[in-house]
């Protein structure tokens, strides 16, 4: 299969090719060899809601816009049902502006920020847990041949990874179908990304899967059903908090998906095994991913 054929499912993929994500350094090797590599780019991104700053990120700079929509509605600063009249980026000064019809007051959310064990925008609000209770997730099933068949996919996808690694993805996916392909230096960047994706495009998010290549923290398991995706998956582990809150609002969650291996630590009543482990193929070195990170 070759890479046309991997990109053909994809509404948004990866473009390792752009410019403006990498720069090549050079530097010795191991022998004191001169070596040439490709690293990733990190630019600040400062995210404004209408007249207010409410933080810098730091990220590859594409999709400045989603990224800036997904991370207030990730933050429960922008409601779903908010009329967002405006989201400019200036490319000059790195800011995003995102406005609403109504404007809103936040700086008791943000005197109640907290830090996380995240990359890049690891801000968790000290309320985030109070927007999980009124989440329903709905109960659809998620077919084992179709998860074998998205890390096959997902895995051998061109992208800035296998690129030049230090990186992180994160798929929003529909049945074997991968949808939306984000990138970014930290796995909140690439998640919020597609949260606002979701939110421009109307989206639905109980028919979807979520698949990222970081590790399942809690702050991963909050904004995946705060967005009202059942089914989220990784190549990485867990942690214990994560499986937690996973349990409690009744979301599926997926780790350690290698090869013919993976283990369901909550929601394992949505999983329908219609596929023998036995017979999925086992990946080989070149197209193992461990996530960067992870």
């Known amino acids: 299969m070759n890479n046309e054929d991997f990109l053909r499912d994809y509404l948004i993929a990866p473009n390792p090719v752009d410019d403006r994500l990498t720069r090549a350094v050079t530097g010795l090797d191991q022998e004191g060899n001169e070596t040439t590599i490709s690293v990733v780019e990190e630019r600040p991104l400062t995210i404004y809601l209408n007249s207010r700053e409410i933080v810098t990120a730091m990220t590859i700079g594409d999709y400045p816009e989603y990224l800036a929509l997904g991370f207030l509605l990730n933050q429960g600063m922008l409601l779903p049902e908010d009329e967002v009249i405006g989201v400019q980026f200036d490319e000059e000064l790195e800011v995003v502006v995102v406005r609403t019809a109504v404007e809103t007051n936040h700086e008791e959310k943000l005197a109640k920020k907290t830090r996380t064990s995240g990359c890049a925008v690891g801000t968790v609000f000290g309320d985030m847990m109070e927007g999980l209770e009124g989440v329903a997730l709905p109960d659809m099933q998620v077919r084992t041949s179709d998860l074998y068949s998205l890390a096959h996919k997902i895995n051998r996808t061109p992208s800035l990874y296998l690129e030049a690694g230090a990186i992180h993805g994160t798929v929003l996916c529909q049945g074997a179908r991968p949808l939306v392909y984000m990138e970014d230096v930290g796995r909140h960047n690439a998640v919020d990304k597609i949260a606002g994706w979701m939110f421009q495009e109307s989206a ?39 499986v937690e809150i996973a349990r409690q609002v009744g979301l599926t969650l997926i780790g350690r998906m290698r090869g013919q291996r993976f283990v369901c630590l909550s929601g394992e009543g949505r999983l329908l095994r219609d596929a023998d482990p036995k017979s999925v193929v086992e990946e080989d070195k070149k197209h193992r991913r461990k996530g960067a990170g992870a």
Do not use: N
């Open 204 to 242: 639905t998010a109980g028919d979807k899967v979520l698949y990222t290549t970081g590790r399942l923290t809690s702050e991963m398991v909050i904004k995946t059903a705060m967005m009202g995706i059942p089914v989220l998956a990784s190549r990485s582990g867990f942690t214990a908090w994560g």
